[in-house]
């Protein structure tokens, strides 16, 4: 596919737009880049791509920039329903994204997808451990990894660089790993040799508008696979487990139930083990994983399953394992300080993973609830809240609704704060503990109300609880 000639309209002008501009760019496309953010804000962007010929119209997306578009492409948090997305649906351009652009130019047959509602990111980097790396006694934590045998091992999609910076680079014989998120999925035609949807709950409904419509998306991910493909689900979801899986073979993974037949990761009087081509193994105990939370031990497995069904050993398995504390902003530990410890989990941005988080300690909690609501139920959390939580600050933009919610749970006024910006929280929290507390950012929540990200405001949250 040549794209040469072609006038590229790229909507988003943030990492994953920045890519794919220089890619169509160095194909000799006649790129447009929109942003609906003003020139001001985005000149470094610009300075970047310098030495590119590429037509910038920013701080909207007007329709003129149809005339004449043979392809217009999304960034990840463009919304898919824009007027002028819906307006190209109608006069018959093609829309795609640069995750579908480079599946369709990548040389690599062993391809590995991953999506779900929570621990993508988490699963994700696992399983590119897992594929990297080969036994050996000391492994870093995170950061640049030896490669296995059988040619590179490429991480990217909603994760990382996005991988159309690379596509020239990638061979025949090396092995991608892709995150996606709904928003990449939605518009997608194209797949991956390997495909695993972790679980699906309420999340993004707010884009999504409907869990149907959130779920077709996700499913996009199976429904495109080659027919050769390995599809794998997390069992204990109701969800994903009733999927249709058009791929040839299927793999589940479940913390809930010992497969006596099939191919599965699954747990045995805590045990993780692995069966594969009616061989069974045991990869490693319950205890000897790093990371905390019973949900983290389904990340465990799913990564397991997944990195299995794309090649990898037992031993590279375990390999995998070692050393891995997590990821940046998911139950991270910031700081103990007078027997108060502070823990990161800014990733949480629906109330389905504070349950999950909750569910990690048993400590008494300082739990901190707020930011930009995703239209999602809150009730089931306020439950768990008001038997579990010691005192509850919330914060942000729906700071006052979540407080509303959890008091008519039943959650005391006594143990419940409302404040402003996080920084307010993050004062008060430091007054209502002592010693053998936790205090848990978890806020179930985006932070685009206050933030750019769940990463700047996990960043912002670390660097105020380091100055206490």
Known sequence: MTYSGQRVV???????????????????AQVVVSDAQPKEKLAARQAALADLTIQYVLGGHPLSLLDGCDLLCLSGGVD????????ARRRGIPI?????????HCPATNTVGITGSAGKTTTTTLVHRM?????????????????????????????????????????????VVMELSSFQLEIMTKSTRVAAILNITPNHLDRHGTMEAYIAAKYNLLRYQPQDGVTVLGWDNAVTRSLNAPAARTVFFSGEVEFETGEAAFLRDEALMWRWEGAEHEICRVSEIALRGRHNILN????????????????????????????EHRLELVREQAGVRWYNDSIATAPER?????????????????????????????????T???HTICFGEAGPM?????????????????????????????????????????????????????????AKFKEWVKAL
């Open 10 to 28: 790229i909507l988003g002008f943030a990492r994953q737009g920045m890519a794919l501009a220089r890619f169509m760019a160095k194909q000799g």
């Open 80 to 87: 898919a329903n824009l007027p002028l997305v819906t307006e």
């Open 96 to 104: 795609s994204n640069d995750a579908q652009i480079f599946l369709e």
């Open 131 to 175: 594929l990297s790396l080969t036994p050996r006694p000391h492994l870093p934590p995170s950061g640049s990894l030896p490669q296995g045998e059988g040619g590179r091992i490429w991480l990217g999609g909603n994760i990382g660089n996005p991988l159309i910076a690379d596509v020239w680079n990638i061979q025949l014989e090396d092995t």
């Open 300 to 327: 465990v497995l799913a990564a397991c399953a997944i990195s299995g069904s794309a090649g990898a050993t037992i031993e590279m398995m375990r390999a995998g394992l070692q050393g891995f504390t997590g990821v």
């Open 354 to 386: 504070v349950i999950a988080a909750l569910h990690a300690f048993d400590e008494p909690l300082v739990l901190l609830l707020g930011g930009r609501d995703k239209k999602l139920p809150w009730e089931p959390l306020a439950e768990l809240v008001k």
């Open 388 to 390: 579990r939580v010691k």
């Open 402 to 458: 979540i407080d509303e919610v959890l008091a008519m749970a039943g959650v005391s006024a006594a143990h419940r704060t409302l404040v402003g910006p996080l920084h307010a929280a993050v004062n008060v929290a430091a007054r209502q503990t002592v010693a053998g507390d936790v205090v848990l950012l978890s806020p179930g929540c985006t932070g685009f109300d206050e933030f750019q990200d769940f990463a700047e405001r996990g």
